[in-house]
């Protein structure tokens, strides 16, 4: 089955500095890849997605690359600010009839003001 | 649009207790809807997904007699922990998707088991 690694675990930068996390896929049949952001006891928030039919996608200060030979996918946030603080989760989905999404493990990111 | 919500909120119970969920999309029909379970510091973890009218299906690992879970409408899911004990303390969280490939999460309910 499908196996989502993600990078780092933590990453602390300080506000206005660019923030990447990386992720890798194992099943190369993985079409669509969604980015969430999880404060501390809320719901997960789709900030943003890529599908596989396309190499990067940007929302003002979010961007996501995906490199389908080498199945892996990054976030990229620029001009951080201490409200980007959260958990960030990528996650991995392949067509079929249940569309279940694998979870990467999660990178707590900390902005400092 | 892509309302869920969840309910209760938060919710304690004695061990040995069963205590039931409920998820519901608010303004659209829900094809599927899944449940995740996150344990402080982790990820979320796919618990089963289930289909209106038909039986859920659960990964690997999780016990389906122990977490019943209905999908009685096409808003509604309901996840019922049996015979709850502490190690089922965690945040309970449900998503419903449309039929595309995003999904649609509600708020998560914390369930502390004492």
């Known amino acids: 089955g499908e196996n989502v690694e993600q990078h780092p675990s933590t990453l602390s930068v300080q506000e206005g500095d660019s923030a990447v996390i990386k992720c890798t896929y194992s099943?190369?049949?993985?079409?669509?890849f969604p980015w969430y952001k999880q404060e501390l006891g809320k719901r997960p928030q789709l900030i943003i997605d890529?599908?596989?039919?396309?190499g990067e996608k940007k929302d003002q200060r979010i961007a996501v690359t995906l490199n389908k030979t080498a199945k892996h996918f990054s976030l990229h946030i620029t001009e951080t600010q201490p409200e980007d603080s959260a958990v960030y989760f990528c996650?991995?989905?392949?067509?079929?009839?249940?569309?279940?999404?694998?979870f990467g493990t999660g990178t707590r990111l900390q902005v400092f003001p | 649009g892509a309302v869920v919500s969840q309910h209760p909120s938060r919710v304690i119970c004695k061990s040995g207790t069963s205590v039931k969920i409920e998820c519901r999309s608010l303004?659209?029909?829900?094809?599927?809807m899944f449940w995740y379970r996150q344990f402080p510091k982790q990820s979320l973890m796919l618990m089963a997904t289930?289909?209106?009218?038909?039986?859920?299906?659960?990964e690997q690992g999780v016990e389906k007699d122990k977490f019943l879970i209905n999908h009685a409408s096409l808003t509604l899911s309901t996840l019922t922990v049996t015979s709850a004990h502490p190690e089922d303390s965690s945040f309970y969280i449900c998503?419903?998707?449309?039929?595309?490939?995003?999904?649609?999460f509600g708020p998560g309910t914390r369930l502390t088991v004492t």
């Open positions: 998503s419903a998707g449309r039929g595309g490939y995003e999904q649609y």
């Open positions: 099943d190369s049949a993985s079409n669509y």
């Open positions: 890529i599908r596989s039919n396309v």
């Open positions: 996650a991995a989905t392949r067509p079929s009839n249940t569309d279940k999404l694998i």
């Open positions: 303004d659209f029909q829900a094809t599927t």
């Open positions: 289930s289909n209106e009218g038909s039986k859920a299906t659960y």
